[in-house]
């Protein structure tokens, strides 16, 4: 009886193990994998073993319609189990049972013909449930992940598809004597689901190229409104800094008068008046006169955090070869170094020993653009899969997307580190 039972033992765990694994393949990614392996092997090791009794008693019209039920329960079981969308898993679920459907007509009516027709069986449903999982992998599990809202409008199509199979298979009497009787409306069939689901993959792919387009779109344009706010942003930082200067070339051409009334103070031995008024002066900041670099554009948005850096006891070292004329928009450089400096000076503020609250600042731009700069970090910063600094405050991460852009653009490279507490940023243009 062992030996009677192997071949259909085989062909239920091979057949088993491939739809299951059909299943897996078509999976989303950002489902939860372990728990669907183990979820899906205690399903088909169940199926296994109940199949064995209808095995002995060689009733195989009622083992199909025993599997047939299973999937619906299982179908219904899964969606709690591994939190899977409804429309979505029901539409995998139904389309891998109608590939085994389409799979078992072709072997078994194939199988006939061939020598040792319970083994060659086998072999053919391993072989034709792998060319389904090879051809999915290669032409339709990238529309599978990307589309995963555009399903349900297939639904139908599919439950449709199922029913006829069903009618076949499940509800007209003997199984085998089914196939035998009606291998050429079955084959027809088989024919016509194939097209079917062709251009279900069609449309779907087309939807796709759509989608991405629609997104690329949208994400343009909100790359540009973000570059034109931070451009806007800078114009008026600039024109601030510009007022800053003909304020300090006023206060500088009336300089001559604050030295008649500091003399005058003197002749008049009013010494602790004219020591008032140098303290005052001496704490004025005038970014104005602060040099860094050839480029003004620059110069200016360097001048104005070095302000902001000293004023929080933050010492701001830069070695800077920043020339007037430059291969990149100077505008958009300028929002690049606000934004870096920016985020150094917020890191370095939070550094409690104040010997530790340096900033490194160094430019060059021959041969190519490099610039870096290094700050002290109160603690790690955590990054996403590409390298960037990530954060969950709302209102936060702006300034570091606006520096992808630019780097983009320019088809550069950004690169961010942190070592031993200092954080380090580098950008190569």
């Given at each position: 009886?062992?030996?009677?039972l192997?071949?259909d033992?085989l062909?239920?765990l091979?057949t088993?193990?491939m739809f299951?694994?059909?299943?897996?393949?078509?999976?989303?990614?950002?489902?939860n994998k372990r728990?669907?392996v183990?979820f899906?092997?205690?399903?088909?090791?169940f199926?296994?073993a109940?199949?064995?009794?209808?095995?002995?008693v060689r009733d195989y019209?009622?083992?199909?319609r025993?599997?047939?039920?299973?999937?619906?329960?299982?179908?219904?079981?899964?969606?709690?189990?591994?939190k899977?969308?409804?429309?979505?898993?029901?539409?995998n679920?139904?389309?891998?049972t109608?590939?085994?459907?389409i799979i078992?007509?072709?072997?078994?009516?194939?199988?006939?013909r061939?020598?040792y027709p319970?083994y060659?069986h086998t072999l053919?449903?391993?072989?034709?449930?792998l060319?389904?999982?090879?051809?999915?992998?290669?032409?339709a599990?990238?529309?599978?992940?990307?589309l995963?809202?555009?399903?349900?409008?297939?639904?139908?199509t599919?439950?449709?598809?199922?029913?006829?199979?069903?009618n076949y298979?499940?509800l007209d009497g003997?199984?085998?004597?089914?196939?035998?009787a009606n291998?050429?409306?079955?084959?027809?069939?088989?024919?016509?689901v194939?097209?079917?689901?062709i251009?279900?993959?069609?449309?779907l792919?087309?939807?796709?190229?759509?989608y991405e387009?629609r997104?690329?779109?949208?994400?343009?344009?909100?790359?540009?409104?973000?570059?034109?706010?931070q451009?806007?942003?800078?114009?008026?930082?600039?024109?601030i800094?510009?007022?800053g200067?003909k304020?300090?070339r006023?206060?500088s051409?009336?300089?001559?008068?604050?030295?008649?009334?500091l003399?005058?103070?003197l002749?008049d031995?009013?010494?602790?008046?004219a020591m008032?008024?140098?303290?005052?002066?001496?704490?004025?900041v005038?970014?104005?006169?602060?040099?860094f670099?050839?480029?003004?554009?620059?110069?200016?948005?360097?001048a104005?955090?070095?302000?902001?850096?000293?004023?929080?006891?933050?010492?701001?070292?830069a070695r800077l070869?920043?020339p007037e004329?430059?291969?990149?928009?100077e505008l958009e450089?300028?929002?690049?170094?606000?934004?870096?400096l920016?985020?150094?000076?917020?890191?370095s503020?939070?550094?409690?020993?104040?010997?530790?609250?340096i900033?490194?600042?160094?430019?060059?731009s021959q041969?190519q653009?490099?610039?870096?700069?290094?700050?002290?970090?109160?603690?790690e910063v955590?990054l996403d899969?590409e390298g960037y600094?990530?954060?969950?405050?709302?209102g936060h991460?702006?300034?570091?997307r606006s520096?992808?852009?630019?780097v983009?653009k320019?088809q550069?490279?950004?690169?961010?580190?942190?070592k031993?507490?200092?954080?380090q940023?580098r950008?190569v243009?």
């Open positions: 009886m062992t030996q009677t192997f071949p033992i062909r239920s091979v088993n193990t299951m694994t059909l299943l897996l393949v078509m999976m989303p990614s950002n489902y728990k669907s183990i899906f092997i205690l399903v088909a090791l199926q296994i109940a199949s064995i009794y209808f095995y002995r019209t009622n083992l199909a025993y599997i047939f039920l299973l999937v619906v329960i299982v179908s219904l079981i899964s969606i709690p189990v591994l899977v969308r409804f429309t979505r898993w029901l539409f679920l139904i389309t891998v109608n590939v085994e459907f078992v007509v072709l072997s078994y009516t194939l199988s006939r061939m020598p319970p060659a053919l449903r391993f072989l034709l449930f060319l389904v999982i090879v051809m999915y992998r290669r032409y599990s990238y529309i599978n992940e990307k995963q809202d555009q399903w349900g409008v297939f639904f139908i599919s439950v449709a598809v199922l029913v006829n199979f069903a298979l499940l003997d199984i085998e004597t089914m196939m035998k291998i050429v409306p079955l084959m027809l069939l088989i024919i016509l194939i097209i079917i689901y251009g279900i993959f069609i449309t792919k087309t939807l796709s190229s759509e387009l997104v690329r779109d949208l994400s343009g344009r909100a790359n540009e409104e973000l570059m034109q706010s451009m806007n942003y800078m114009r008026n930082m600039l024109r800094i510009d007022e200067l304020k300090s006023i206060e051409h009336d300089r001559r008068h604050f030295d008649n009334t003399m005058k103070l002749e031995n009013r010494t602790e008046k008032t008024l140098l303290k005052e002066k001496g704490r004025r005038e970014t104005g006169k602060r040099y670099c050839s480029n003004a554009t620059v110069n200016a948005a360097i104005y955090y070095a302000a902001l850096a000293h004023k929080q006891d933050i010492v701001l070292k070869d920043i004329n430059l291969p990149v928009k450089l300028a929002i690049v170094v606000a934004n870096l920016e985020n150094a000076i917020q890191a503020a939070q550094i409690a020993d104040m010997e530790k609250r900033i490194n600042f160094i430019f060059v041969p653009i490099v610039f870096e700069i290094e700050n002290p970090c109160p603690e955590p899969a600094p990530t954060t969950e405050e709302e991460g702006l300034g570091t520096v992808v852009i630019f983009d320019y550069g490279q950004l690169l961010y580190s942190q031993n507490g200092i954080f940023v950008v243009i």
